[in-house]
């Protein structure tokens, strides 16, 4: 890690750590996203990582802009930073971000065009989460022939249906029956597989942080919290239970931060299987951390004087993001069973 990475971080941390406490968390949940924390960091330039300098850009890489969304799990930062960074990457990318404001739908789901109609597109998109009122959206399509397409939806258009996930944050749909888009843009499959990485390790890289902070919570609970004259991390129950959860939580941030350390600008085979068992890992630890941290905290850990729920409600909107783990699973196992290396082979090389 070269200087200039590290004063990224150690500045991105130090914003949050002003910033993220237990009330601007409790009032997001009911006022929103906090406006002064939202233009602090794009004054900051954080917004615009992984885009060049020379267009306005802050420059670095996206696997920076990954690493801070890490630090953003850790502080629980109620603002969707991976979700205006994957638009800004995907407009930037795509010449779109000096022509539209955006914001991208999730491009594992796919709504259908009729090219024979001028491109009139129908099906429904679930689940965007970090929708900015006003903009438009970019959605995945696919016509008859198994042809992907971006898709930019005029949202002056459309009526969106609006929900909130276990973290209290809104999270938008939108049903379309022959909508007539603003931009129809024929996309390879590999660079759509490539996006949608994008968007899966981002999702991993904040559960990560997330995951990271209620260990120590739950460490320091135990280290503090007197029961019966002692303190209850000295009872070998809770020694185990601590212990399982680190090394559930540790296996994820390896798995994590090998996707995040390899990702390049293109998705290979090999890269795709690692991503796909470091989303069941994540998901793993998610189930084990949270159960752990609330069995040791107690009900003190749902209380809203508490700051462990905001972690964990963050962990399980997460977790839910992106196809469950019995989907995946199943993946893995389409992805060994197609490949002509053995098994041993494809997971030592």
Request: hydrophobic residues 40%.
């Amino acid at each position: 890690m070269d200087e200039m990475e590290v004063i990224l971080k150690e500045s991105f941390e130090k914003i949050l750590e002003n910033f993220c406490d237990k009330d601007l968390l409790e009032e997001s949940e009911s006022k929103g996203v906090p406006k002064q924390l939202l233009d602090t960091l794009e004054e900051f330039g954080i917004y615009k990582i992984g885009i060049d300098e020379a267009d306005g850009g802050s420059g670095f890489e996206k696997k920076h802009g990954m690493e801070l969304a890490v630090i953003a799990g850790k502080y629980a930062l109620p603002i969707p930073l991976t979700s205006i960074l994957f638009s800004n990457w995907v407009s930037y990318q795509e010449k779109l971000y000096s022509k539209y404001h955006l914001s991208c739908g999730p491009f594992d789901q796919k709504i259908t065009i009729n090219s024979d109609k001028e491109y009139l597109v129908k099906g429904k998109i679930e689940n965007i989460y970090g929708y900015t009122k006003g903009n438009d959206i970019l959605v995945i399509g696919t016509n008859e022939r198994g042809e992907d397409y971006f898709v930019l939806l005029d949202v002056s258009q459309l009526e969106l249906q609006i929900k909130h996930n276990l973290s209290n944050e809104p999270v938008y749909s939108v049903e379309l029956v022959n909508h007539s888009p603003k931009l129809v843009k024929p996309i390879e499959s590999s660079v759509v597989n490539y996006y949608f990485s994008l968007q899966l390790l981002l999702n991993l890289a904040v559960a990560t942080g997330a995951l990271k902070k209620i260990v120590e919570l739950t460490i320091e609970h135990a280290n503090t919290r007197i029961q019966f004259g002692k303190q209850i991390g000295s009872f070998q129950m809770i020694k185990n239970n601590i212990t399982i959860m680190a090394e559930s939580v540790k296996q994820a941030e390896i798995m994590t931060r090998t996707c995040i350390e390899s990702l390049k600008d293109e998705m290979d085979h090999q890269y795709y299987l690692e991503l796909m068992v470091a989303k069941l890992k994540v998901c793993e630890a998610i189930s084990t951390a949270a159960a752990i941290a609330h069995q040791i905290h107690a009900a003190m850990g749902f209380t809203q004087e508490h700051i462990l729920h905001y972690y964990t409600r963050k962990l399980w909107s997460l977790r839910e993001e992106y196809q469950s783990e019995s989907y995946w699973s199943q993946e893995i196992g389409r992805f060994i069973l197609a490949e002509e290396t053995g098994l041993w082979e494809l997971v030592t090389q």
